[in-house]
């Protein structure tokens, strides 16, 4: 085993394309900074922090799939959305990849953008719809939070791999002989069963910070304003 | 405020244990990633590409490297030690720089700075947008 390598390297995206897909990434974190500025007070930045710092712990455990010979980590954007919500989430994950890409030589600098787009911008954005879907439809409960996590978390994935299909599609270097449904194939069904892992991890991390500190838990916070109109207002309404 | 503290120390230990420690038990086979963009290609038992035609042959060199690239401790021969320390270098540099980062950019001076949740009525919710 040469590498460890887990993310998009120098080379299998052309220049032009990862700078487009650069300029989408850096447009996506300086919303994500505008708008996660409201949510990030005293206490929410540090504990953003261990987000942050936990998702680069668990990308590092590569578990088993389906196959012999082929592993599957965290991408972290559905638990980051659930953690600390959509915008400060996202850039939890680039954090984690810029740290990865610049010290850690995981991912070329080049590709930056293109890695961002697909799991800090596609990944969080559609866990987040997800959760806010899920958590409105099922039972306020541990097994409703759990659902929602895992649903969240396996779609989310396996999205963010079909964001790199999109990517090769629109500047793969290799020449696939127009098979790129080969690939989209592969990327579909071993994110499909790393999802579930994924999805094991974000609801088992999610239940335990909920059970602990269900305050720090950005999901379970967001959802109660989310419903004003059936909360009595303290006081009495006429 | 004071138990976010313990939870924040709780929960970069469990990081630096993930990290550190578990890390060196992960599975050393490509991810989902690298063995769809090595479909095609014949790899022998150390990983790398012996023939066959598939996108990452076309992989080209990083552009810095450094010392802790691909997790590891440049000349630190033991690999336990190597991927564990590198690792847990990694969550502590994350959080340095995300929490920095984040508590930099925080909002201030709305509200008592540290009061556990209170929903006050009229508080605009920004998971709404």
């Not at chain 2, 990983?47 to 990452?56: K, V």
């Not at chain 2, 033991?78 to 847990?88: A, I, K």
Request: hydrophobic fraction near 55%; charged fraction near 10%; aromatic fraction near 6%.
């Amino acid at each position: 085993m040469e590498t460890l390598a887990m993310h998009i390297s120098n080379g299998i995206i052309n220049g032009p394309v990862a700078a487009l897909f650069a300029v989408i990434a850096l447009a996506a974190m300086a919303l994500a900074v505008q708008r996660g500025r409201q949510d990030l007070d005293d206490r929410l930045a540090p504990m953003a922090g261990l987000v942050a710092a936990f998702i680069f712990a668990v990308q590092m455990l590569n578990f088993p799939i389906f196959t012999a010979g082929v592993s599957g980590h965290l991408l972290g954007g559905a638990l980051a959305a659930m953690l600390v919500g959509p915008w400060v989430g996202a850039l939890c994950l680039a954090v984690v990849l810029v740290v990865q890409a610049l010290v850690f030589g995981d991912g070329g600098v080049a590709m930056l953008g293109l890695s961002i787009t697909n799991m800090a911008v596609i990944g969080v954005a559609v866990a987040y719809l997800l959760i806010a879907l899920l958590l409105r439809v099922l039972p306020r409960t541990v097994a409703g939070l759990a659902v929602t996590a895992f649903v969240a978390a396996l779609v989310s994935v396996v999205v963010a791999a079909l964001g790199f299909v999109l990517q090769y599609w629109l500047g793969g270097t290799a020449d696939l002989g127009g098979n790129l449904a080969g690939l989209a194939g592969t990327m579909a069904v071993s994110h499909l069963f790393i999802g579930i892992g994924e999805g094991l991890i974000t609801a088992t991390t999610v239940v335990t910070v909920a059970k602990v500190r269900p305050d720090l838990v950005y999901a379970l916070r967001a959802r109660r304003p989310a419903t004003p109109a059936t909360v009595p207002t303290v006081g009495g309404v006429r | 405020m004071k138990r976010s503290w313990g939870f924040l120390a709780g929960g970069l230990l469990v990081a630096l244990l993930l990290a550190g420690v578990v890390s060196n038990f992960a599975s050393p086979h490509p991810d989902g990633l690298d063995s769809s963009l090595r479909e095609g290609c014949t790899v022998d038992a150390d990983g790398e590409i012996t023939g066959g035609s598939c996108p990452a042959q076309q992989e080209k060199e990083h552009e810095i490297g450094g010392p802790l690239a691909d997790y590891g401790i440049a000349g630190l021969d033991n690999d336990f030690l190597s991927t564990g320390l590198s690792g847990g270098l990694g969550v502590l540099l994350t959080f340095a720089v995300a929490g920095g980062a984040f508590w930099l950019v925080r909002r201030r001076g709305t509200g008592p700075a540290g009061s556990p949740d209170v929903d006050r009525p009229g508080t605009p919710t920004p998971s709404q947008g």
